[in-house]
């Protein structure tokens, strides 16, 4: 049985909220609160912005290791990308260095300041994720 991804869905939900899905914005509105935050309409540009940025060091990272002939254990690289973003923000220059590579790939330029705003918005993503794990082990 695949695991599931939460975190991919998350992401899938903020794409759908901005595109105007009010089903969408109400279950990221609920997961969001499991934590004890509360996701507000104007948050969601921020958000989808970091979303997609998420998305992008994935594919970058899956790029690397396809030309590096890597094979890496989990074939999931938003997850992949989300810790390799916190490793990095905690100081592991090896994560930093990955992910700026990553980065590369779809001409972004990688700078500390950049790299914290995405943790804040990666907690906020993986918050969610957890929050949709809740509801689904509530619905099972």
Known sequence: MPIKNF???AI???MKAWEGDRQ?????????CH???K??????????????LLE????????????HHEGTVSHNYVALALATAMRA???DQQSYDRLS??????????????????KTHSQHLENIAFGLKEMEAVHL
């Open 56 to 67: 992008n060091f994935a594919w970058g990272l899956k790029e690397l290791d396809a030309e």
């Open 101 to 118: 590579q990553a980065a590369e790939r779809f001409g972004y330029k990688l700078s500390r300041h950049n790299l914290h705003e995405l």
């Open 35 to 37: 934590l004890g935050s």
């Open 39 to 52: 996701l507000l309409e104007s948050e969601l540009l921020e958000l989808k912005t970091h979303s997609q």
């Open 89 to 91: 923000c905690e100081g």
């Open 7 to 9: 975190v991919a869905d």
């Open 12 to 14: 899938e939900l903020v």
């Open 24 to 32: 969408s914005f109400e279950r990221l509105s609920i997961a969001s």
